[in-house]
Structures are given as structure tokens and as C-alpha cells.
């Protein structure tokens, strides 16, 4: 079994913590770095959801739902030991039969374990799967970083053609188009395959020791496992010195080299404006060629930074025990989605608000009422009711609060003699109607905002 990283904590402050983790405090308050979605931001998330599902179903991709926490190793294998998010922050725990867990960090490695779980190996190619859902990373909350947030991600399996590389593009783009989302800016490199990444992985490694003493201490542990990740370090000086580091397109091999110029050519071709990106190696390891990022025009000062990003992943299937396959897909975070389309004022499609009262008066009225809010609910009219009070006046402030067009009373002779009467909230006037007639006459009435 892979061994995980475990930050050193002495004996006694571990038995310290855990015995303060046990005592509960009040008021009890969500885990840091997570967050409630309240319903006041219910409408972006259905958006998202929404958007994300007609483009990727527009593309003829199939939802995908993995379990939440998987086997660790998955994760080592998949997104790579040397990589801050198993180093640093992936969530591990052992169940009560000694497996060890983690919550998954990302949903690539998750897919790809079901894609290959599920013989979906023998499906026509390319295999198109798409999903929604949490992830977990232990890191510093900040804004747009959080320990808990959300994805939408997409996977195309069994593809190398640059198209699908543009393609794959195209759709982010669209999903970002459909949200409203304006001023950004997509991010491209490629960093090669498992012939010449090596070669440039040492020329980097040259070039870094020749300038050690002027990393930060960070880097200077990377250096030794990771050097790709040091040219996407945010601190100045190491941005300096990334600034001037060989460039892995200048050291591609020539297939991949071919593949990222028909890559851009594509781009180029379809009008996708893009910034050639040097210094984009992508966190995970399990990247091959095309890489990319969309990222606000704007930044706000200490804002994290990428909407959504993916690649190319033509290992990683091979890599956990499948037949070589190359793949490609991103993903966008919607905690970063939502703060966008908010500081940009983005409109979202107005919810259908109730525009019926249902008021009620007596008991047997309100037993009549909860079968005819059903009724009314089925027909597709939007109603509210307030069946906890009893008296009209509460009943009637709740409506105008709503400010409903229609009232629908119900009291007990109504309720006996099969009738309703439909109040016009804006002029007061009444009319008495059947109960049998009442559907009828307030779509209609609905309809031509009568
Ligand atoms: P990633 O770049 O690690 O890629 O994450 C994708 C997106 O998730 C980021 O661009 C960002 O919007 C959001 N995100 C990441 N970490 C956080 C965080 N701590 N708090 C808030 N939002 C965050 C992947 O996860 C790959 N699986 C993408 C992929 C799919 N590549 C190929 N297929």
C-alpha cells in the first residue's frame, strides 16, 4: 500500500487535539475552508448545473457519478506521489476494516477507475462521460480556495486527434458563453509526452541548480522531485527565474511538437484567441501534451486565479491497469464560476415565483386546501400557502408580501358547497367559482396576465 505523507505531530499534541476535537462548541460552525450553499445562491448553482448539462449533452457526453471517497492509492497512482495535493493535501482516513480512504481530491482518476471497472474499454470510441460534485483538498482557505468545493468535468477517452484537443476547448468556452461569463483568457502549453518530458525535465533541472540559492525554500524541496512545478511558483523571485527557464515547447519532440502546432493551428483556424503559456504545467502529474487554463482577463488581488483547466492525460489510463488509451478533459470550479458571474452582475433566468395564495379558514377547509394546493401544483401553477396560520388577516399580509396576483379562500361553506373564491390581490374584487372551474380560469387568466 502507498505510504501517505502524514504532517509530524508529536504524542502529546495529538492526543491534546483529539481530546479538544471531541468537545463540542457552541455555536457549532461548518468546517473550515467549507462552506453552506444557502438558498439565496440556490439559483447559480441550478444554473451551472443546468448550462454544463445541455452543452455536454449537446456534445453527446453520458453523466457520470463516482463515490466520493476511493481507495488512496488510486489517487497516488493517479494524480502522482510528488504532487502538493498527495503530499499536502489530500483527506485520508482508514475505515473500520483498516482500508485507507481518501476523499477525492479531483474526478479524472475517479472516472478513469469506473471507466475501466465497468468494461467500458470495449465501448466505441471515444467514450464521452461528464459529472458534477465535490472534491476535497486540504490546503489554506482563501478567496476562491476552499477545502470542500465543486466541479463540473468532462472526459473524452479513446481520442489523440488535436481535434478533440480543440474540441474539448470549444466546449469549456461554450459552457463559460453559456453563463454569461465575459473577459477571459484561455492559457495553452504542451509539456510533452514520455519521450522528451524527461529530456526538458533536465535541462530545467540544470538550469534551477544553477540558480538554487535564489528559489524559495519551497522550491528548492521541488527541485528535487517535482521541477515542472517550479515554474508556476507564485513567489516573486522564483517568477523571475521561471521568467528565463527553458520553454517546453522548445523542447518538444517532433510528434509532439506537430501535435501542439496543429493544436494551435486549430485554434487559430476557429478564431479561440489563446496566450501561449510557458510557465502552465498543471498540479497533477498525470498530464501529457496539450494543457490548458481559462482564466479571468481581471484578477482581483489575491484571488486564485484559473476558472477550469484540463489536458491531455494519454498515461494515465495505462498507468491504472488499463490498455494504453489517450484521453483529454477539464474541469471548472463552480465556487470560482459563481464569484464571477456575481462581480460581473450576471442576470440569472428568473425562477417561476408563486402567483397564487392559497388561504384557508376552519378545518375542514384546510383539509380541502392541501388536497386542492395538489390540484393546483400538478396543473403547473405556481402556488404558496401558509396552512400553519388560521387567521385571514396573517393569511392575507403573507400573500401581499408575495405580492401574488390571485388569492384562492377556501373557508367552511366553501368548503362544503364544492366552491372558492378567487380574490384579485391588486383591486380587491371577489368572485365565487367552482372548485371544478377554477384550474381552467386561472391559466387562462395567468396566461393573458389577466
Ligand atoms: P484542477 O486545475 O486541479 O484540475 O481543478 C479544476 C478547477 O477546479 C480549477 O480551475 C478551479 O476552478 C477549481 N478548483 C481547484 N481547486 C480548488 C479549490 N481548492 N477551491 C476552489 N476551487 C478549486 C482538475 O481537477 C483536473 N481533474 C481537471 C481535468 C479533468 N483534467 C483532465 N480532466
Known amino acids: 500500500m502507498a505510504k501517505i505523507k502524514k504532517k509530524k505531530t508529536g504524542k502529546k499534541t495529538f492526543k491534546r487535539k ?65 504532487t502538493d495535493i498527495i503530499e499536502k493535501e489530500i483527506y485520508t482516513f482508514y475505515d473500520k476494516s483498516g482500508c485507507l480512504l481518501a476523499l477525492r481530491p479531483e474526478g479524472t482518476a475517479s472516472v478513469m477507475r469506473a471507466y475501466l471497472e465497468n468494461g467500458m474499454e470495449s465501448w466505441p470510441k471515444p467514450v464521452r462521460l461528464y459529472y458534477f460534485g465535490p472534491m476535497f483538498r486540504y490546503d489554506r482557505p482563501q478567496a476562491g480556495r476552499f477545502r470542500e468545493f465543486h466541479q463540473i468535468g468532462a472526459e473524452i477517452i479513446g481520442e489523440a486527434d488535436p481535434i478533440i484537443d480543440v474540441q474539448s476547448i470549444q466546449i469549456l468556452e461554450k459552457i463559460f458563453a453559456g453563463l454569461g461569463l465575459k473577459n477571459l483568457s484561455l492559457q495553452m502549453n ?38 515542472l512545478r517550479l515554474l508556476d511558483c507564485k513567489e516573486e523571485k522564483c517568477q523571475q527565474l521561471a521568467n528565463n527557464a527553458p520553454q517546453t515547447v522548445d523542447h518538444l519532440c517532433e510528434d509532439c511538437g506537430n501535435h501542439f502546432k496543429e493544436v494551435l493551428g486549430l485554434l487559430d483556424d476557429f478564431q479561440i484567441s489563446y496566450n501561449l503559456n510557458s510557465r502552465l504545467v498543471r498540479g497533477l502529474n498525470y498530464y501529457s501534451r496539450t494543457v490548458f487554463e481559462i482564466w479571468p482577463t481581471y484578477l482581483e488581488e489575491g484571488a486564485q486565479s484559473a476558472l477550469g483547466g484540463g489536458g491531455r492525460y494519454d498515461y494515465l489510463l495505462k498507468e491504472l491497469g488499463g490498455k494504453p488509451t489517450p484521453a483529454i478533459g477539464f474541469s471548472a470550479g463552480c465556487e470560482r464560476i459563481i464569484a464571477k458571474m456575481q462581480s460581473d452582475n450576471v442576470p440569472l433566468p428568473m425562477r417561476p415565483q408563486p402567483q397564487v395564495f392559497l388561504i384557508q379558514l376552519g378545518n375542514l377547509a384546510k383539509k380541502k386546501s392541501l388536497q386542492f394546493f395538489e390540484k393546483l401544483r400538478v396543473a403547473g401553477i405556481p402556488v404558496a400557502e401558509s396552512f400553519g396560520r388560521d387567521s385571514i388577516k396573517a393569511q392575507l399580509k403573507r400573500a401581499d408580501r408575495m405580492q401574488v396576483k390571485w388569492s384562492l379562500i ?27 372551474k377554477i384550474i381552467p380560469i386561472l391559466l387562462k387568466r395567468l396566461k393573458n396576465h389577466l
Open 18 to 82: 483529539k481530546k479538544e476535537a471531541l468537545k463540542v462548541r457552541f455555536p457549532l460552525q461548518a468546517p473550515r475552508g467549507t462552506k453552506d450553499i444557502l438558498p439565496k445562491d440556490a439559483p447559480y448553482w441550478d444554473f451551472i448545473y443546468q448550462v454544463a448539462k445541455e452543452v455536454l449533452e449537446s456534445y453527446n457526453f453520458q453523466f457520470i457519478e463516482t463515490p466520493i471517497f476511493e481507495d488512496a492509492n488510486l489517487f497516488v497512482r493517479g494524480v502522482g506521489r510528488e
Open 190 to 227: 504542451s509539456i510533452g509526452c514520455n519521450v522528451c518530458r524527461p529530456r526538458y525535465e533536465k535541462l530545467l533541472k540544470d538550469y534551477y541548480q544553477l540558480n538554487r540559492s535564489k528559489l524559495c525554500k519551497q522550491c528548492r524541496q521541488r527541485l528535487k522531485k517535482n521541477v
Open 410 to 436: 377556501i373557508g367552511q361553506k366553501e368548503a362544503l358547497d364544492g366552491t372558492v373564491i378567487l380574490r384579485n390581490m391588486e383591486s380587491g374584487m371577489q368572485e365565487i367559482i367552482d372548485q371544478d
